[in-house]
């Protein structure tokens, strides 16, 4: 009886705590959604989420995005070969030129634009596509 | 008595039951959450949602939806927001999927005896989707239409159109003008020549008379 009891109760705290996270993770997302300039930091925790690795770079959370980091970030992570100036340099600027090239990021993009909250996730959606497609 | 009374219930429940949406959450993979007031509820295989209902999907999440015994079916892929409103009796299927953002794959396979309509709709344009699958995305600046299965007609403001199929690509950039060719960014064939194309509406023909698998897709303003 004991036992029945442990077990209902465990399995209620990881039903609630599921539930919970899956909230708060949903929520994250919308908040993000609703920034007109998303921050470093929320880049960081949508990559994370998305890739499981780490492509952080060296700036602080609250430091306005820019497409340049995003760039970096993703370059680091599909460990893109697009460009060829990018694999030599590895800058901001030919990382965005590689994302370009893998059609991750509008043609006339350029690395100090501010990013919004909408175009970090869609950024990421099209990763999880492309990551999809090649399962 | 009692019988009378018990069959007039029935009626009643069998007339107004084919009247309420069937939103059937066959699969979930990560976090999945709906909206319910102010509050995301994770959502779990089996459950059935409501009319309306808002949905969202989190990183390496996924969810496939049944909306019907027509079996019109909806994949949500990563970071997607949508908005279902479905209904279907013996006769008519009406289904308007509101794609926030993210993307989905729909699948409407072909009914002859139903009338189906079955709208796609973005900030940026709307595909009405019949007997075909289609890969839908939908960005900040872009809407991203792929033909799984079937055949896409495309449709610009002045009525003229051109038949997608085969894996093809249709793409719809935010405030592009309504050009007189929309499909000037289809990646595979030449552009077509409208001069005989016929510009009759196919969202008044039914399932039955309709071509299979045809979409319409039309420029916002």
């Known amino acids: ?135 | 008595m009692k019988k009378i009374i018990s069959l007039i219930i029935a009626i009643l429940f069998l007339g107004t039951s084919s009247l309420f949406a069937e939103i059937k959450v066959l699969k979930v993979k990560g976090t999945v959450a709906y909206k319910t007031g102010k509050d995301w509820t994770a959502v779990s295989a089996g459950m059935d949602l409501p009319e309306g209902v808002k949905i969202s999907t989190g990183a390496n999440s996924s969810a496939e939806l049944k909306l019907n015994a027509l079996n019109h079916t909806i994949t949500i892929k990563p970071y997607t927001v949508i908005q279902v409103f479905s209904r279907t009796d013996s006769k008519n299927s009406d289904t308007n999927v509101g794609l926030k953002r993210g993307n989905i794959i729909v699948r409407v396979p072909k009914d002859k005896k139903v009338k189906t309509v079955f709208k796609v709709t973005t900030p940026i344009a709307t595909s009405s989707v019949r007997g075909t699958a289609e890969d839908i995305f939908s960005g900040t600046k872009e809407m991203i239409v792929k033909v799984l299965d079937g055949e896409i007609e495309g449709s610009n403001r002045l009525g003229r159109k051109k038949n997608i199929r085969g894996r093809q690509v249709f793409h719809q950039k935010k405030g592009e003008p309504g050009s007189d060719n929309i499909l000037s960014r289809l990646r595979k064939d030449s552009i077509p020549d409208f001069e005989d194309s016929d510009t009759s509406p196919l969202d008044n023909k039914t399932g039955e008379d309709a071509k299979v698998g045809v979409s319409i897709i039309w420029y916002l303003p």
């Open chain 1, 1 to 135: 009886m004991k036992f029945f009891k442990v077990t209902v109760i465990a399995l209620t705290a990881v039903f609630i705590s599921a539930s919970l996270f899956s909230q708060s993770s949903i929520e994250k997302i919308s908040d993000i959604d609703r920034k007109v300039t998303a921050t470093y930091g929320d880049a960081v925790t949508l990559f994370k989420a998305e890739t499981k690795k780490d492509v952080s770079l060296n700036y602080k959370n609250d430091e306005p995005l820019t497409r340049g980091m995003v760039a970096l970030m993703t370059a680091k992570y599909l460990d893109l070969k697009g460009s060829f100036m990018y694999n030599i340099f590895g800058s901001q600027r030919y990382a965005v030129k590689a994302c370009i090239a893998e059609d991750l990021m509008d043609a006339d993009s350029s690395a100090n634009d501010l990013m919004s909250g909408p175009e970090l996730i869609e950024v990421l959606a099209k990763i999880a596509q492309r990551n999809g497609e090649s399962e």
